[in-house]
């Protein structure tokens, strides 16, 4: 074989507009069918270095070859075909999204070939691509490839639709662990105090997929999962940490199985992965659900022998996320962007349904529902997207990771299931999973299957009414003697632009309270108007619910006899549909149709439902009113009016606040005290349960063992506000500490400061500090603009520090500093000074369109409900 000399003279960079390029998906006309990457590592370090091999086959003869690469100061490329190499120049053309090129002096034959490029880099900030950061003194690395952070790791495809296998060779100094997707085969010497990792081939993967994680790691082996009736052997699991913090790893490891067998169980496949490592990274927002290596915010997996029932409900729920990801998104992958919302929807909505079926005191029914109605306030925004949004261009990617594609396509996908039934809904999930395996596929492939399970071919166009187009539909129902009138049209809030005109064809179940049963009836509504006939034989109608079973994706609207026999029945109405009674008049409230005494009224009525979502839901949109809305004597008064709806619940389950004392409670009663504590002690600033909280603060400084973990946010936030001598400089040393939730309750604690010299002190000397994770950092920020004390010098502060504040995240998620002043101000002339600085940081970004159009959307839609609910604000003062 002929072997000629690599010549690579530049990695250039120019401006877009240059020339054409690839700008979203790439062609295929070269086909990725292998990769191996060789990387040489050391955390202590600012750069990285590596080559990639990639075999390819050409589809036609060509000089050039699209790609993507971002950051990459590339040394060498070539082409190897059959006896020949070829010189190649790399050249990055989109230096914001990471578009490349290859070039051959000489025409380059179709068919197979090997590209060869050797490169540096720096390392990623934060969860960026390969990402370095520093855990007390020492360094560590964590990869986040995901959506297009893989392209600044490593040249390559960086395109979804692309999946192979991934050989992964890690050079790291002596005494470092390495851990990657596939199985360690060998490790020896690479060079004085260096070590040689090599890790087997993967099963096919995209680029987005691939993982590693390099430091002075602690390892904990955890017992294989049992082999299971779908003929696999047992999967070895660990749990992976920063050094010190392994025997936290304790639980995850011994629950695991659990929530991997409950999965097998239900997609009819067994784990498609040789081993399972589960990874806690102190700087990971969230978690991502690399293939045989998933990597977790460290709150979510060191649980220590205290770790509170929210904290153990975050790992039930997130970890049946990432798990259900093995499956759906790893084993099956969305061929595009546009479909990344059924990849992320499906396990939002499995992973509620695995963490409810295993731990249903921790994690109830309602989530589905509660998630999704957190998505229609986004949905209710003239500036929106559809779930299933066409994607053109890279810069598009990130607007698809949102409430949208999460909650709502959850709650789209819950609705599906509650009208088809839910065996048909596993086995379309089943048949359109096991035609696909190790492969990709869209969302019209999935639709296919589950119209195929159900044999009803209409489920298809009642999906897409609902993915491919924006907006919240609204039901209004009008009851008569015999029959149920029903009319959609589109949520609108006051203020709103949205035009009418749409239909959605909605699956919409009703649930009629008679006085000897309750009947279901399920209509598919294809038109703007429809009419349900009044089931016989329950007896006397007492109430009806027009979202049975909470289960639909829309809100409704009652005439005004039926509102009220419903509300009569909330506090004994199932969960999910007292939360979406709860819901409705929270729309009502934001559409001008409700007052502010009928949601006050409410939330005094189902403060005594039995479920905690639903008895506090009003509470937490009253303080939301309070902190936005009003000046601060009505402000004052609206906290009382919340104060005295909650306090008698918690003086019934009493303000516990040791760990000793709060030990044989159930995980119901302690979560209920911890929400109720933040409502009437913080929010509805209840004097005597706010001195017992201001005590407790104190007495947890010399013994920091006595309060309850799972309170400590709600204590310290007192303990903040009250001026507790030693209390802020406590929280801001465990902002650094190794305690993960210590430092996620003490960002909460501090972001509530309302003491103008402290906020300033946080802004100066924390927020800033790399020390701090960026997640810490950021909910101190948003928390000070949420707060009206500290609104203003806080926005201020914000526009002068954008330039660092951006530096402090990765690439792709600069653009959310923009949505924070989105849930801070309610007035015109803000939500113009928004938009211009959104303006100018959207032109600097690159991105963060959509994101800065909904923050001043929330801004105005805030501004014009307040001047139609200010009478009624006045009336607060009025006595």
């Known amino acids: 074989m002929i072997r000629l000399t690599a010549v690579l003279l530049v990695c250039a960079a120019f401006t877009a507009g240059a020339e054409e390029y690839p700008h979203g998906q790439l062609s295929r006309d070269v086909v990725p069918q292998r990769y191996a990457l060789a990387l040489d590592i050391d955390p202590r370090r600012t750069t990285f270095s590596g080559t990639a091999d990639i075999d390819v086959v050409i589809g036609q003869p060509t000089q050039r070859i699209w790609l993507h690469g971002r950051g990459l100061r590339v040394s060498a490329a070539t082409l190897s075909a059959g006896d020949a190499t070829l010189p190649l120049t790399y050249t990055e053309v989109d230096t914001v999204n990471g578009v490349a090129r290859l070039d051959s002096a000489t025409r380059i034959a179709a068919g197979p070939a090997t590209l060869h490029l050797a490169y540096e880099a720096d390392f990623g900030r934060g969860m960026s691509g390969i990402g370095r950061l ?8 964590f990869t986040q490839m995901e959506p297009i952070d893989a392209r600044a790791a490593f040249p390559g495809f960086d395109d979804p639709q692309f999946k192979t296998p991934f050989e992964v060779t890690v050079v790291a100094p002596e005494g470092d662990f ?30 987005y997929l691939v993982a590693f994680a390099v430091g002075p790691l602690a390892v904990a082996e955890g017992q294989p999962i049992a082999a299971h009736e779908l003929e696999r052997p047992p999967i070895p699991q660990r749990g992976i940490a920063t050094r010190g913090q392994g025997s936290k790893l304790t639980y995850v490891l011994e629950h695991t199985p659990a929530i991997v067998t409950a999965l097998e169980d239900y997609f009819g496949i067994a784990y498609p992965y040789p081993k399972l490592d589960q990874i806690a990274s102190p700087d990971m927002p969230g978690a991502m659900e690399n293939a045989g290596a998933v ?21 039930y729920e997130v970890a049946a996320h990432e798990l259900a990801h093995q499956w759906f998104g790893d084993l099956v992958t969305p061929r595009w962007w546009d479909d990344i919302w059924l990849n992320e929807a499906f396990a939002s909505w499995m992973g509620a349904k695995i963490a409810h079926q295993l731990r249903p005191d921790l994690s109830p029914a309602t989530t589905i529902t509660d998630d999704a109605l957190l998505a229609m306030v986004t ?3 003239q500036a929106g997207r559809p779930i299933r949004q066409p994607i053109s261009d890279n810069s598009q990617i990130t607007t698809a990771f949102d409430d949208i594609t999460y909650k709502k396509g959850g709650g789209v996908l819950s609705m599906i299931e509650s009208y088809i039934g839910p065996e048909k809904f596993r086995d379309g999930v089943r048949l359109h999973l096991g035609r696909h395996l190790h492969g990709s596929a869209t969302a019209d492939d999935f639709f296919a299957a589950m119209a195929e399970a159900a044999k009803d071919p209409a489920i298809i166009d009642a999906f897409r009414s609902f993915v491919e187009q924006p907006g919240l539909p609204l039901v209004t129902v009008e009851r008569h003697a015999n029959a149920l009138s029903l009319a959609q049209s589109r949520y609108a809030p006051t203020g709103s632009t949205i035009a009418q005109g749409q239909l959605w064809k909605i699956p919409l179940c009703v649930n009629f309270y008679g006085e000897r049963a309750t009947a279901k009836r399920c209509t598919l509504m294809r038109g703007r108007h429809a009419t349900m006939g009044l089931p016989q034989g329950i007896g006397a109608i007492d109430a009806v619910m027009p979202n049975a079973g909470g289960a639909g994706y829309y809100r409704f609207a009652l005439d005004e006899a039926s509102a009220a026999a419903l509300l009569a029945r909330g506090t004994s109405l199932p969960d999910s549909e007292a939360l979406v009674l709860a819901d409705s008049i929270k729309g009502g409230f934001a559409s001008g149709n409700v007052i502010l005494d009928t949601l006050l009224d409410a939330m005094a009525s189902l403060a005594s439902h039995p479920s905690r979502q639903v008895s506090t839901s009003l509470g937490l949109e009253a303080h939301d009113i309070a ?6 004597a009505q402000r004052q008064v609206l906290e009382r009016r919340i104060g005295a709806a909650y306090g008698p619940q918690l003086a019934k389950l009493g303000v516990v606040l040791d760990a000793a004392g709060n030990a044989g409670d159930s995980a119901e009663t302690r979560l209920l005290r911890r929400a109720l504590l933040f409502l009437v002690g913080v929010a509805g600033r209840d004097a005597d349960v706010r001195a017992q909280l201001a005590a407790a603060a104190a007495k947890s400084l010399q013994d920091p063992a006595w309060l309850d973990s799972g309170l400590r946010d709600r204590v310290w936030t007192v303990g903040v506000q009250e001026k507790v001598p030693g209390v802020v400089d406590a929280l801001v040393k465990a902002l650094t500490g190794d305690d993960s939730l210590a430092r996620e309750q003490a960002a909460f604690a501090l972001g509530l400061a309302d003491d103008a010299d402290v906020a300033e002190r946080l802004r100066s000397e924390v927020i800033l500090d790399t020390r701090v994770p960026a997640s810490q950092a950021m909910t101190i920020l948003a928390f000070q603009l949420a707060q009206p004390v500290t609104r203003a010098a806080a926005w201020q502060w914000m526009q002068q520090s954008a330039g660092p504040l951006g530096e402090r995240l990765p690439q ?5 500093l923009l949505q924070l002043p989105a849930q801070a101000f309610c007035d015109r002339q803000s939500a113009a000074d928004v938009k211009a600085f959104a303006e100018r940081k959207v032109k600097e970004y690159g991105q963060g369109e959509l994101v800065a159009a909904r923050a001043v959307e929330s801004i105005e839609l805030c501004a014009a409900s307040k001047a139609q609910h200010t009478a009624e604000f006045v009336a607060l003062t009025a006595d």
């Open 134 to 141: 520093l855990a007390g003194d020492e360094a560590y690395v």
């Open 178 to 207: 390495v851990v990657s997707n596939a199985r360690l085969v060998s490790r020896g010497p690479a060079g004085k105090g260096l070590v040689r990792h090599r890790f087997a081939p993967t099963l096919p993967l995209p680029t």
């Open 295 to 315: 990597i977790y915010g460290d709150s979510l997996l060191l649980l220590g022998a205290d770790a509170p029932p929210a904290q153990l409900r975050g790992f």
């Open 379 to 381: 949905d209710s925004q």
């Open 627 to 632: 902190n936005r809305m009003l000046d601060d």
């Open 812 to 816: 792709f998620a600069r653009q959310f």
